[in-house]
């Protein structure tokens, strides 16, 4: 080890109370850690602390909850979200691309940041409505692209055009019946897919209460264009991971105070989710992760592995 400073030979000088060895140069008397790990960065927060705070928000805990159990400030879990959630959204991108895939659906999920829309009188855009466009594989049922938006033609063509990065080959896609997925579809993926539709019609009850879901009366499977095979024409894989994700994302669970106040923790929630879900998350139904059951991943993750490699 030589001195970064006078560049003369070093000796080990003890460890730092986080086990980091420590050298000192025997020519200038400086001293400074050697070479390790810095997955959170600058922060002070020990590995196993950040680990033990990132899992309970994976398993639907509020901030509150979460310093309570492991006595971090909140601001320091905050932060830590922000942080990690920023890389996991890298590492999504980079991992999941050009990946060959067979049938896709696609789904928007309606959540809000500090306010509803119709309370967002000066329309500020970091406030009001965040629609959270998610496109999985249905066999493997792998998050392969996501996208935070409004629910407008320009988010639906920005995350079709992820999904287009995303994925390779020629393969199946069904979205729901919203108009603006036509012309992103036909723009970014063109015909090297089966492009379908399913539009459901929902009925109109009088004794409908203010929170009553609305009810289906039908669901009209429509090809759009290529070969779309119609059993196939399903879009209940996503829907019910839109589920999952209200259920371990506390700030989308509805009818609750737990909501995000800026839109970059809800991101960044939503970055962080995606991640634990493919590799950390072990599906019912698979008995393994999405992404052992994509090929990209023969083990499944930790928490502590998915913060060193994002």
């Not at 006078?6 to 080990?12: E, I, T, V, W, Y």
């Not at 004794?207 to 209940?236: F, L, M």
């Amino acid at each position: 080890m030589t001195c970064h400073a006078c560049n003369a030979n070093c000796k080990k000088f003890g460890r730092t109370r986080k086990g980091v060895q420590r050298f000192r140069c025997l020519q200038c008397r400086k001293t400074f850690l050697g070479d390790h790990p810095t997955p959170l960065g600058t922060m002070y927060t020990s590995v196993e602390d950040a680990a033990r705070a990132i899992e309970l928000l994976c398993e639907g805990c509020t901030v509150g909850t979460v310093e309570r159990f492991t006595g971090l400030n909140r601001r320091t879990i905050l932060r830590l979200l922000t942080l990690v959630g920023t890389k996991c959204e890298r590492m999504l991108e980079k991992r999941i691309h050009a990946l060959p895939v067979q049938d896709v659906q696609c789904d928007e999920m309606w959540g809000f940041v500090a306010c509803k829309e119709k309370h967002n009188a000066k329309g500020d855009p970091e406030k009001g409505d965040a629609y959270c466009f998610v496109g999985i594989e249905r066999n493997t049922k792998l998050v392969l692209t996501w996208h935070l938006g409004r629910r407008s033609a320009l988010d639906t063509s920005l995350f079709i055009e992820k999904l287009n990065e995303a994925t390779a080959g020629h393969f199946q896609v069904t979205t729901d019946g919203f108009t603006p997925y036509v012309d992103a579809v036909l723009t970014s993926l063109g015909t090297r897919v089966s492009f379908a539709q399913l539009i459901k019609v929902y009925a109109a009850n009088p004794d409908e209460h203010r929170y009553s879901p609305p009810r289906v009366i039908e669901a009209v499977a429509k090809p759009i264009w290529g070969n779309p095979d119609p059993e196939k024409i399903c879009t209940s894989h996503v829907e019910r991971s839109n589920g999952t994700m209200r259920a371990k994302i506390r700030r989308l669970v509805r009818l609750t105070y737990a909501f995000s106040k800026r839109r970059a923790n809800l991101r960044a929630a939503l970055a962080l989710y995606f991640c634990w879900y493919n590799w950390c998350h072990v599906l019912r139904t698979l008995r393994v992760t999405p992404a052992m059951q994509a090929g990209i991943s023969d083990h499944i993750w930790s928490i502590r592995e998915l913060l060193e490699a994002a």
